[in-house]
């Protein structure tokens, strides 16, 4: 019974510790008070004057991955509204971590688009399309101080660059339906 009790004490520490290294990170402009679930950023993208877009960027935090890899979410709502299809651009997805010092990190990697489909992701008019991106970290989560996501979107012959920015906010819940599944 004692080796039992020893054991149950380990799995108490080790959850312990990948639930402090846990956090969330929220918007630093922006922000969309009536949105549901974690603080977004919106935007009205416009191309060659013409609105044909709402966007909302958000993350649900950065946490360790069941392998021990430090990871991040990115969740993006591209609404439609213009007559033609509007393309996410996920080849272009980049996000750029810092320290508190705001000294770039060594570069994070896009490890997958959910659900699970092609890098181009085409939003037919009228449509609403809900996706999730997620990255690996190139250190723990609470090391980033602050995070960029850069993101296109394409309509007809334009393009719309948009960098949103996200500062680490300890004190805010993670959500755990943002991690990614498990291959």
């Keep these: 019974m004692p080796h039992r009790l020893a054991a149950l004490v380990a799995v108490g520490f080790a959850c312990a510790a990948c639930g402090a290294e846990a956090t969330s990170f929220r918007p630093v402009d922006r922000s969309d008070p009536d949105r ?12 060659a004057g013409q609105l044909v877009a709402q966007a909302h960027a958000w993350s649900s935090g950065g946490y360790m991955s069941s392998g021990g890899e430090p990871m991040t979410h990115v969740g993006f709502r591209i609404v439609n509204r213009s007559a ?5 651009d996920g080849d272009a997805l980049e996000l750029a971590a810092f320290d508190d010092d705001s000294t770039r990190l060594p ?11 092609p890098s181009l992701i085409v939003i037919q008019p009228a449509m609403t399309t809900l996706f999730a991106t997620y990255f690996l970290l190139p250190v723990r989560p609470r090391a980033v101080e602050t995070m960029e996501v850069r993101w296109t979107l394409h309509a007809g012959d334009g393009e719309y660059h948009q960098i949103t920015g996200f500062v680490r906010d300890d004190d805010a819940p993670v959500a755990e339906h943002a991690r990614q599944p498990e291959p």
Excluded: D, K, N, Q
């Design 107 to 117: 570069a994070t990697r896009l490890t997958s688009i959910t659900p699970l489909g």
């Design 84 to 88: 033609g299809p509007v393309i996410f």
């Design 36 to 47: 549901a679930g974690p603080p977004s950023a919106a935007y009205e993208v416009h191309i």
